[in-house]
């Protein structure tokens, strides 16, 4: 659907934005909901009805947004804090609020159009918001208010919001960057809990249980995949993660005297037990700000040839693109730790001051330079980015068997307008249709010169 630049006064285009953003959260709902239903229902066992298995839809989906979860204690009463967000649910969301913001990207609106964008969708998707923690206030795990006042507003607001285009600039470079760190972060993830494989297949069968139980589990392990690639990233970056029981597990840590005791969970198995010890080891750790450095330097050096900026503003950028990346690691260690209930779960995964800070002086003390050694590369070596696919003219594969006759298909076709091709073509008509089309105008003949005459709007040709 396309809109307008401007909104008109009689509020329509408001209406649909509203509707828009209330779509977008009802759709994250549904897709949630639709997932818990369908293991509630081949559950053989169900502990709860259909109405509790929403009600836990819906939890899970304000926990995407990074809202604290509350449940009842029944061992010594009052409630326990749950506030780990699972990433994967996270994309979901951020999903459904870029595209459903997406016909007004590129439309370079003024700031006071943006903001007037972002907050109509983002007052119809916290409208649903608030009518899901409403609906999940009776539930034994329900989500916390004031969690959900303070986390939903400025994550709605943050990925609905039209940015100028040199912060989409420094925001694709961090984003490269953040992107590219979780991905080496993740591999060493899966390799610690390859080398560990035992133990997490010990603890899947511990807490699986039956055939329903286990999808449950293999599902929630999908889920916080995420999680551990961020945690992996932490600890490349420096800072590392805590364990629970106040044990922080960092490359440069000292190493606990003993593993800390962690529950049973398959994920939890590629949990380190202490510093590097090999040199393989140090490599794939030192692996991790290396490829972040290097991603987010070549966009932001490739943005710069592509322009021929001054090194000025591409210095300029580095140092944008380091502070975000800074800012996107720490939401992502906000997101993926937390509380997983009281005691020595009160604490799981980085920090997040921490890991924006090392994540931030990363880029900024090797990512500026890099950038701008890069940048003086292309430039010298013309070795400038492909332009965009609209930019180009768009060339087609020819067959090797059609090679040959081709160039006699292009003559014919420079050879349409001609007057001779013009005849032919009259002529024809005027044999198929019998008296219905006249002879050729004496007005269209070739002039004495041999060109056509100029065709007016007033007097088209045939």
């Known amino acids: 659907m396309s809109h307008p630049r401007h909104f008109d006064d009689s509020g329509r285009y408001a209406a649909s934005c509203v509707a828009e953003g209330a779509l977008a959260a009802v759709l994250g709902l549904a897709v949630l909901g639709a997932g818990v239903l369908l293991l509630w229902a081949i559950s053989p066992y169900p502990d709860d009805s259909a109405d509790g298995a929403l009600r836990i839809a819906a939890d899970l989906w304000l926990a995407a947004h990074g809202a604290a979860l509350a449940r009842d204690s029944g061992l010594h009463g009052g409630t326990v804090p749950v506030d780990l967000a699972p990433l994967l649910l996270t994309a979901l ?14 439309q370079h609106l003024p700031p006071r159009e943006g903001v007037t964008v972002a907050a109509l969708h983002g007052g119809g998707y916290l ?46 470079a961090a984003a490269a960057g953040v992107v590219a760190a979780c991905a080496v972060g993740g591999a060493l993830a899966a390799g610690a809990l390859l080398a560990r494989a035992g133990e997490a297949g010990a603890a899947f069968g511990r807490i699986g249980g039956a055939w329903a139980g286990g999808i449950a589990v293999a599902l929630l392990c999908a889920v916080l995949l995420p999680n551990a690639a961020v945690w992996a990233a932490a600890y490349g970056l420096g800072p590392g993660f805590s364990a629970g029981a106040g044990t922080v597990l960092a490359p440069l840590a000292a190493a606990p005297e003993r593993r800390p005791a962690l529950p049973a969970f398959p994920l939890l198995a590629a949990v380190p037990a202490g510093p590097p010890a090999d040199v393989l080891t140090w490599s794939a750790v030192a692996a991790v700000p290396a490829a972040a450095v290097l991603t987010g330097a070549w966009y932001v050096a490739r943005d710069a040839g592509a322009v021929r900026e001054p090194w000025r503003v591409t210095a300029r950028n580095a140092l944008l693109a380091a502070a975000g990346s800074g800012a996107a690691f720490g939401a992502l260690a ?126 088209p040709g045939p």
């Open 93 to 106: 969301p951020c999903f459904l609020l870029r595209r459903a913001v997406r016909p007004y990207t590129g």
């Open 334 to 459: 906000a997101f993926a730790g937390g509380s997983l209930g009281t005691g020595g779960l009160a604490a799981f995964g980085p920090s997040p001051w921490l890991t924006a800070g090392a994540a931030t002086a990363w880029h900024a003390v090797l990512g500026v330079p890099l950038a701008l050694l890069i940048r003086w590369r292309l430039l010298r070596h013309h070795r400038l980015p492909v332009p965009a696919p609209a930019q180009r003219r768009p060339r087609l594969a020819v067959p090797r068997v059609a090679q040959r006759w081709l160039p006699e298909r292009r003559q014919a076709a420079d050879r349409w307008h001609e007057t001779r091709a013009r005849r032919t073509r009259w002529a024809a008509l005027r044999a198929s249709s019998g008296v219905l089309v006249p002879g050729f105008p004496a007005e269209h003949r070739d002039p004495p010169g041999g060109q056509p005459p100029v065709l007016t709007r007033d007097r």
């Open 127 to 172: 409208l649903v918001a608030a009518a899901a923690v409403v609906f999940t206030v009776p539930a034994p795990l329900r989500a916390d208010p004031l969690s959900a006042v303070l986390c939903l507003p400025p994550f709605v607001l943050l990925l609905t919001l039209p940015w100028p285009a040199w912060a989409s600039r420094a925001a694709r």
